[in-house]
């Protein structure tokens, strides 16, 4: 294998040909607490429940579930039995608090247009009870095949497919942002959204950098050993993007 074809390969390893992620010029330690009003499209969230800690694996952080804001209160989810689309407060039900992750670039107005249309299509389809189970062998084998996908699909030999017939939840996420365009497809070849658990999301920046969490009343105490507690926020100018209130009908 040439040494072009392995440059080649390396810098679609992360995902980023469509994404240029700038690094934000300042950051704070400091968490902040996010106004669902001030929610983007394509802000992914993730419901955090400590009661799924003591499956380890995937779920030991607690958080074990992710949702795509499209804009207008909607968030997208797959959840038992199906994909749809529910409000800001419907999403919150059943969990402690939320974490959001946002691009640092914000999503150009044809790639949200995509967003939409990814989920018009997606909505009623069933959730993946299958694939979920096998999430977690697919996270540890899916590397190893990470060249032969992306040689393959340089020769026409392998498709990316963004749509599929059925979905779990940050499977969903993940394809959102492949149909989308956010992640191109010859990326792609590294990124099978089918091998991607909630947390394995908020480590890749591609999805987002933490914005801030979402918190069921004010007063809440954000658990200390929270995995987000002492993320860098982004901010622009000496100006947080963000600012303090709770998840509205909770608490």
Not at 46 to 55: A, E, K, Q
Not at 88 to 101: C, D, L, P
Not at 191 to 210: M, Q, S, Y
Request: net charge positive; charged share 25%; hydrophobic share 40%.
């Amino acid at each position: 294998m040439s040494s072009a074809t392995i440059r080649e390969f390396c810098n679609n390893n992360r995902f980023y040909s469509n994404l240029k992620i700038a690094r934000p010029p300042v950051f704070t330690m400091a968490h902040a607490l996010v106004n669902r009003k001030d929610l983007k499209p394509g802000d992914v969230l993730y419901g955090f429940d400590s009661s799924t800690r003591s499956h380890g694996g995937a779920l030991a952080s607690g958080y074990s579930h992710a949702g795509i804001f499209i804009g207008r209160n909607r968030i997208l989810e797959a959840t038992p039995p199906t994909v749809r689309k529910i409000d800001f407060q419907g999403f919150a039900a059943g969990f402690s608090h939320i974490a959001v992750f946002r691009c640092i670039e914000p999503w150009p107005p044809e790639r949200i247009d995509a967003l939409k249309s990814f989920a018009r299509k997606a909505i009623g389809k069933p959730f993946n009870e299958i694939g979920l189970r096998r999430c977690e062998l697919r996270r540890e084998t899916t590397p190893a095949t990470a060249m032969e996908r992306y040689l393959a699909y340089r020769d026409g030999r392998y498709v990316v497919r963004s749509e599929r017939g059925v979905y779990f939840c940050s499977e969903l996420v993940a394809a959102a942002f492949v149909s989308s365009g956010m992640i191109s497809l010859g990326a792609a070849t590294q990124l099978l959204p089918e091998a991607f658990a909630p947390i394995d999301l908020t480590r890749d920046k591609v999805f987002g950098f933490f914005l801030g969490f979402a918190v069921p009343y004010r007063g809440y105490k954000i658990p200390k050993d929270d995995v987000f507690i002492d993320s860098v926020l982004p901010r622009r100018r000496g100006k947080s993007s963000v600012r303090a209130d709770r998840i509205e009908g909770r608490g």
